[in-house]
Each structure stands twice: as structure tokens, then as C-alpha cells.
């Protein structure tokens, strides 16, 4: 359903930087881009996150509400995503933990304010 999602980014080197070593995690890679946008995902037809500067030329702010939510694949890599970011210069917003019986999660803003989420979902 979801092809990809963008973010916005003040400093495209630095955002991609940090991308390229946290979503090298989780086994993504940049798949393609432009001087402006950097599409990454973990192949062809699967949902990509971008990572842009605004197309109208305004400044970067994040949304109030907006998040990406990264599917982790374990707890264990929940907590490994979490302390990556956090290494990588990203701010805590919920440590890793329990949010309900099905659902294990982290949050972090990265480096231009964007909020993620890492998580674990147990369904059934």
C-alpha cells in the first residue's frame, strides 16, 4: 500500500550520513536519487523511505503528528536501531520498551527533527 514516504532534511549530506548507517541495519541501502532526494529501501518494489530538501525551496520543519514507523524484525533489534540513532546524533523520544502485549517500540527525532519509530509487532 505505501510505495514510500519523505522526509525533509536541511543538510541532505549530513541526513544521508546518518541514514546510510542506521537503515544499513535493517538492511536497507540508498536505491536511488537526485541532487535533492535520496530514495532507501531494501529493494526494487518494496515501500522506500526518501530523505529530500523541500522541493519548494523553504526551509525543512518536521510535522507536528508525522512519524515513520521502521519495522524492526525483533526486540533485540529494536534496542540495536534505538542505540544506533541515539549514537548517531538522533534526540530520545521513548526509550525502547513494551507500549502493549503485541507491541514493542522505540522513538527518536533524527538530526532535522523527524520522528521515528522502530518497533516489533506480534500479531495473532
Same mark, same amino acid.
Given at each position: 500500500? !505505501?510505495?514510500?514516504? #519523505? !522526509?525533509?532534511?536541511?543538510?541532505?549530506?549530513?541526513?544521508?550520513?546518518? @541514514? +546510510?548507517? %542506521?537503515? $544499513?541495519?535493517?538492511?536497507?541501502?540508498?536505491?536511488?536519487?537526485?541532487?535533492?532526494? &535520496?530514495?532507501?529501501? #531494501?529493494?526494487?518494489? #518494496? *515501500?522506500? /523511505?526518501?530523505?529530500? #530538501?523541500?522541493? +519548494?525551496?523553504?526551509?525543512?520543519? *518536521?510535522?507536528?503528528?508525522?512519524?515513520?514507523? !521502521?519495522?524492526?524484525?525483533?526486540?533485540?533489534?529494536? +534496542?540495536?536501531? @534505538?542505540? &544506533? $540513532?541515539? =549514537? /548517531?546524533?538522533?534526540?530520545? =523520544?521513548?526509550? *525502547?520498551? =513494551?507500549?502493549? *502485549?503485541?507491541?514493542?517500540?522505540? @522513538?527518536?527525532?533524527? %538530526?532535522?527533527?523527524?520522528? /521515528?519509530?522502530?518497533?516489533?509487532?506480534? /500479531?495473532?
Amino acid at each position: 500500500m !505505501i510505495g514510500y514516504v #519523505t !522526509i525533509g532534511s536541511k543538510d541532505l549530506a549530513r541526513a544521508c550520513k546518518f @541514514y +546510510d548507517a %542506521l537503515l $544499513a541495519e535493517v538492511g536497507a541501502k540508498q536505491l536511488m536519487g537526485m541532487d535533492r532526494i &535520496k530514495f532507501y529501501g #531494501t529493494g526494487p518494489g #518494496t *515501500p522506500m /523511505l526518501a530523505v529530500c #530538501t523541500p522541493y +519548494d525551496g523553504s526551509e525543512q520543519n *518536521p510535522g507536528n503528528g508525522n512519524m515513520v514507523a !521502521i519495522p524492526a524484525g525483533s526486540r533485540a533489534a529494536v +534496542d540495536k536501531l @534505538y542505540a &544506533k $540513532a541515539i =549514537e /548517531l546524533g538522533a534526540r530520545d =523520544e521513548g526509550a *525502547p520498551g =513494551e507500549r502493549m *502485549p503485541i507491541f514493542y517500540g522505540a @522513538y527518536v527525532r533524527d %538530526l532535522d527533527g523527524n520522528k /521515528l519509530c522502530f518497533f516489533d509487532m506480534k /500479531l495473532g
